[in-house]
C-alpha cells in the first residue's frame, strides 16, 4: 500500500490523501483549502480521473466528517465516484443545502458507522467514532496488502463526545505500521488554558444571569456540539434558547433523541429576514410548517428579551436592530477568534455601534498537544506522518519515528 499528501502535509484544511494498492486508489477526504489562493477547480488535486470518472480503478472518497476543509471539494468530482460518508453527517449537510453554500448532496453515496469494517476493492477500512466539532466524525484504521495505516481525521478529546476519544485510547488498534496525525494544536495552543466543552456551561451561565438583556450566541449552526453548550448553560441559567430556522432544520433532519426536537420541545424558532426572502425565491415553504408553532416574532423578542439566549450571525443584525431587542444586549462570541480578524464586516465595532457587550467564550475542535501525545502512545505505530497542521516540526516531541513528507511524495505505508 503507497500513500501520498495532495494537500494538508503543511498546511490545516484541504485535507486530501491518496492510497494506492493492487492498483486500486481511494481518496480519504477531498478538501477546501482554508490556506493560500487556489479556490475551486484550480484547488483539485491532481487524480487521474477525479473529475471526469473516466478512471475504473479510483473507488471512491471517503469523507472522515462534515467540515468543508475535509468534503468541500467533492462537488467538483466526477459524480459517478463512490462517496462513503457518515449516516448523520450525510443527513447534516443535505439539509444544509437548503440554507446555502455549506453543504452537499451526494449522488452515489454509501453510509459507514463506527467499528463497521467496509471494503472497497483491496482496502479494508475500520471507522472509529471520534469527538471533534463536526458532527458525526470518525477515523480509520485502513488494511490493504498486510499493511496498516491509521487516519486521524480531525479530533480532539474534550467535547461532548469525549468518551469516544477516551474509547480510542482504551481500544487503540494495534500494529499500526503508519500514523496520519491532525497537528491543528501544535505550536498554537497551551494545554493548560485549554476547556472542555463541559467547562464553558458554567462561564456561560454566568453571562447569562448577569446580562440584563438578550444573550447572542455567535457560533457555527453546524457545532452540534456548541448548541448543546449553549442549551444547556440557557436552560440551566432560566432563559429560553432560541435558534433560527438553519439550526431548527439541521436539527430536524439529524433527528437524534439526544438532541431537543425544535417542533416540540422548549426551543423557539425564529426567522431572519434574509432566510425568509430565500424561501420565498426558492417557494420553499416547506421548510417553515414544521415550525409554526415554535416560531418567535420580533415583538416578543422586544418584550422578553431578558429572559432569551438566541443563536446568532452577524446576517442577523439588522433584523435585531429593528426588533428593538438590543438594550442591554451581550454577544457571547464562540468560534475560533481569528474568523474575526478574516471577516469583511468587524462584529466588534457593530457592539461597539449598538452599545453591545462583547465577550469570547470559545474551546478548539481539535485535539491538544497533549492529548495527540495520548493517542500516539496508545496506537504506538512505526511512524507517524504529520498532516492538518503548520508546525510538523513539533511532532518530534511524540517520542516515535516521525516521517515529514512533502505534497504529492509517494511513499510506502510501513
Known amino acids: 500500500m503507497q500513500l501520498r499528501i495532495h494537500r494538508g502535509a503543511e498546511e490545516i484544511g484541504g485535507n486530501c490523501i491518496e492510497l494506492e494498492a493492487d492498483g486500486k486508489s481511494i481518496l480519504l477526504d477531498l478538501g477546501a483549502p482554508l490556506m493560500g489562493k487556489l479556490k475551486g477547480a484550480a484547488a483539485m488535486p491532481d487524480v487521474p480521473g477525479l473529475q471526469d470518472g473516466t478512471n475504473p480503478d479510483l473507488l471512491g472518497i471517503v469523507i472522515s466528517h462534515p467540515h468543508a476543509d475535509h468534503y468541500g471539494l467533492t462537488a467538483l468530482a466526477d459524480p459517478s465516484i463512490p462517496i462513503y460518508i457518515g449516516k448523520e453527517a450525510d443527513k447534516l449537510l443535505r439539509a444544509a443545502m437548503a440554507f446555502g453554500p455549506f453543504g452537499a448532496e451526494f449522488s452515489n453515496v454509501n453510509h459507514y458507522s463506527a467499528k463497521h469494517p467496509i471494503e472497497i476493492g483491496p482496502f479494508k477500512l475500520t471507522p472509529y ?17 498486510g499493511k496498516r495505516l491509521f487516519y ?9 463526545k469525549k468518551w469516544a476519544f477516551e474509547a480510542l485510547i482504551k481500544d487503540a488498534p494495534k500494529d499500526v505500521g503508519s500514523m496520519l496525525l491532525e ?4 505550536g498554537r495552543v497551551d494545554d493548560k488554558q485549554t476547556l472542555s466543552e463541559a467547562d464553558l456551561v458554567d462561564p456561560i451561565v454566568g453571562h447569562m444571569k448577569n446580562t440584563d438583556g438578550l444573550i447572542l450566541a455567535g457560533f457555527s449552526g453546524q457545532n452540534i456540539d456548541r448548541f448543546v453548550t449553549f442549551y444547556k448553560a440557557a436552560l440551566k441559567s432560566g432563559r429560553t434558547f432560541v435558534v433560527d430556522l438553519y439550526i431548527a432544520h439541521l436539527l430536524r433532519a439529524i433527528d437524534r433523541k439526544t438532541l431537543p426536537d425544535p417542533t416540540s420541545s422548549n ?36 418584550k422578553r428579551r431578558k429572559h432569551l439566549a438566541m443563536s446568532f450571525r452577524q446576517s442577523m443584525s439588522e433584523d435585531l436592530e429593528q426588533a428593538g431587542c438590543l438594550e442591554n444586549a451581550k454577544v457571547l462570541y464562540s468560534m475560533w477568534p481569528g474568523y474575526l480578524e478574516r471577516s469583511r464586516v468587524d462584529l466588534r465595532q457593530w457592539c461597539k455601534e449598538q452599545s453591545i457587550d462583547f465577550d469570547i467564550v470559545h474551546t478548539s475542535g481539535h485535539a491538544t498537544p497533549t492529548d495527540l501525545k495520548r493517542l500516539v502512545t496508545a496506537i504506538n505505530p512505526v511512524e507517524l506522518i504529520p498532516i492538518h497542521t503548520v508546525a510538523p516540526d513539533q511532532f518530534n516531541s511524540m517520542a516515535v519515528n516521525v516521517k515529514g513528507i512533502k505534497n504529492g511524495q509517494w511513499i510506502n505505508v510501513r
Not at 183 to 186: N, Y
Open 129 to 145: 467514532l471520534v469527538d471533534h466539532s463536526a458532527f458525526d466524525s470518525y477515523a480509520f484504521l485502513i488494511e490493504a496488502n
Open 152 to 160: 486521524s481525521g480531525d479530533l480532539r478529546g474534550h467535547g461532548w
Open 183 to 186: 497537528g491543528t494544536t501544535l
Open 267 to 302: 426551543l423557539r424558532v425564529f426567522l431572519p429576514h434574509r432566510t425568509k426572502m430565500k424561501i420565498v425565491r426558492d417557494k420553499a415553504f416547506d421548510l417553515v410548517e414544521p415550525f409554526r408553532d415554535r416560531r418567535i416574532y420580533p415583538n416578543e423578542l422586544r
